[in-house]
């Protein structure tokens, strides 16, 4: 059974600390990637990675970084947290698509994470 | 660019069918997705459609796709509480694995 697995389901952390969401699949998946979900506005993407230590931004890296040192981890930093980073932070992997194989994202069970 | 809509609430009674809509502008997409997110949980794969298919059933589940106006409907028959849930379509946009999410519908249904 496909399995994604992030680290925390809740997390509290005050402004200017460094944050580290960490995400873990078992199905020996090439991609991997970090949304962040607010209300209206769906999953926007913040970084992905292809493969073991690749990153590439997505539409809102600013303030993010990313770690891929094992294939099945893709961590998720925040290197000082800020209030407007309040919120519900979801991990994702997948196979490459192409040909008849689709792109079939498997999603974590989110993060939701409060910065004070 | 590349973007996906929907509404963002639909609220239909319980037994009633559910149409979700979706547009999308990327006429080179592969596939079409949806996903289904219960409250406080991931997103979960309900089905997905291939880009030269117009229709695709699956038990309550009828999937339409109208590639010439970039249109993807879900419904969803006999509508259950348990039904309940933001429902976001997506599509692939290229084959190295980004997809596109459109903004959520909130289905709620009543007894």
């Known amino acids: 059974d496909v399995k994604v697995t992030q680290s925390s389901r809740y997390l509290v952390k005050r402004t200017g600390e460094k944050v580290f969401l960490e995400c873990v699949q078992d199905?020996?998946?090439?991609?991997m990637f970090w949304y962040r979900q607010d209300p209206g506005l769906g999953l926007r993407l913040i970084y992905f990675s292809y493969d073991v230590k690749m990153k590439e931004k997505g539409d809102i890296p600013e303030g993010y970084s990313v770690s891929r040192e094992k294939k099945e981890r893709f961590s998720l930093i925040l290197e000082s947290a800020s209030t407007n980073q309040t919120s519900m932070y979801l991990c994702a992997s997948s196979l490459p698509g192409g040909g008849v194989r689709t792109d079939t994202q498997y999603f974590g069970p989110g993060t939701r994470l409060t910065v004070l | 660019g590349e973007d996906v809509e929907q509404s963002l609430f639909l609220s239909v009674r319980e037994g009633d069918s559910s149409v979700i809509n979706c547009t999308y502008t990327d006429s080179s997409s592969t596939y079409l997705y949806w996903y289904k997110q219960e409250p406080g949980a991931g997103l979960q794969l309900l089905t997905y459609?291939?880009?030269?298919?117009d229709m695709k059933q699956d038990q309550r589940l009828t999937v339409l796709l109208n590639k010439k106006d970039k249109h993807l409907s879900l419904r969803i028959a006999d509508t259950q509480t348990g039904d309940s849930a933001i429902y976001f379509c997506a599509e692939s946009i290229d084959q190295g694995g980004k997809l596109i999410f459109g903004q959520g519908t909130e289905l709620s249904v009543k007894p």
């Open positions: 459609i291939f880009s030269n298919m």
């Open positions: 199905m020996d998946h090439e991609n």
